[in-house]
């Protein structure tokens, strides 16, 4: 340092040091790979439930759901499958249309002894009351109104002394050369408190559809008279089997066509058919219209409706 100079040394700059990069080890390699699985996982599952939730939605929505969830436990009902007795078509009437009568098949539900089952077909049952007992008086009632009006042939498909097929009925009806189907039924349900009438129509697949509905919108007008209430939309009804046997039911309003099978009488039949579920078997209400006296009530009604049916007073 020269003699009498002072020099002053200013402090350097602070340099800017880069940070030094995080070392990674294997361990928290893992850790965030975790932790990037477990995002996806959430991801996906979030949305699956998105997924179920709109799937849901769909299918509560879908008209078939709406008819069965009314009434998840339905009554047994005729399907064409296993064996069964042999219709004698031989003793079955010629259509009698050369003397102008009108042929209408009556079809009883249920009855005879089933091979299926080895037992008597009662169909349902409820608080001592067998459903074969009360269509077969109901149909027998509506043969003698349609007997002693000479404007008709009426044709029973069965007589309760033989166990046949719904194959078999609809043959008997074609075969005489029936010009409308009837089949009575009764439904029925684990809580007594189901109850009303529904019919099924022909659907829309089948050239008999629109006729077919026509007379049901007439039974269930009448039935809704007689103090019933309309099941479904307005008592009218398709039914179809799934390919897994599963029954859907859809309202008449749809005109959707499905190709799926419907009830075979319907279908064996070759006319305007419409099967009637007329009440609930397990419900006192219904049965007090349409048990003991009430099945002349029931075969009134549909003596009524088959003659509005052919425009007839």
């Known amino acids: 340092m020269a003699k009498g100079r002072v020099v002053f040394y200013e402090d350097p700059p602070p340099r800017t040091q880069t940070p030094a990069r995080p070392v990674y080890t294997a361990r928290a390699r ?37 008819s069965t969830i009314e009434d998840p436990d339905r009554a047994q009902v005729e399907t064409d499958a296993g064996s069964g007795g042999s219709a004698d078509l031989a003793a079955v009437p010629e259509a009698q249309t ?20 080895g037992a008597e077909d009662y169909g349902s049952e409820a608080n001592g009351l067998h ?3 009360i269509t077969l008086a109901t149909a027998q009632a509506l043969y003698d109104l349609l007997e002693a009006d000479s404007r008709f042939a009426p ?25 409308l189907l009837l089949s009575i039924h009764l439904n029925y349900d684990s809580s007594a408190s189901s109850s009303g009438f529904e019919c099924y129509a022909a659907p829309p697949r089948l050239s008999t559809n629109a006729e077919s509905v026509r007379f049901g919108q007439l039974l269930a007008a009448a039935f809704s008279d007689l103090g019933l209430r309309l099941r479904g939309a307005n008592g009218v009804r398709y039914l ?22 419907t009830f075979t009488v319907l279908e064996a039949c070759g006319c305007p058919a419409v099967l009637c579920e007329e009440g609930f078997i397990s419900n006192a209400g219904d049965m007090a219209l349409l048990s003991g006296d009430g099945c002349d009530t029931a075969a009134n009604i549909y003596y009524d409706c088959i003659c509005s049916y052919f425009n007839l007073t």
């Open 155 to 179: 044709v029973l498909t069965a007589d309760g002394s033989a166990y046949l097929k719904p194959s078999e009925r609809g043959a008997v009806a074609k075969a005489a050369g029936a010009e």
């Open 131 to 133: 459903e074969n007992d």
């Open 240 to 261: 179809y089997y799934d390919e897994n046997d599963n029954k859907l039911i859809y309202e008449s309003t749809d005109s959707t066509v499905l190709w799926d099978p």
């Open 98 to 117: 050369s003397d102008g009568r009108i042929v209408v098949a009556i079809d009883p539900g249920h009855g005879g002894v089933n091979p299926n089952i």
């Open 30 to 66: 893992r850790r965030r790979r975790r932790r990037h699985r477990l995002r996806g996982l959430l991801f996906a599952l979030a949305m699956l439930v998105l997924a179920s939730a709109v799937g849901y939605v769909l299918w509560y929505t879908h008209p078939a759901h709406q």
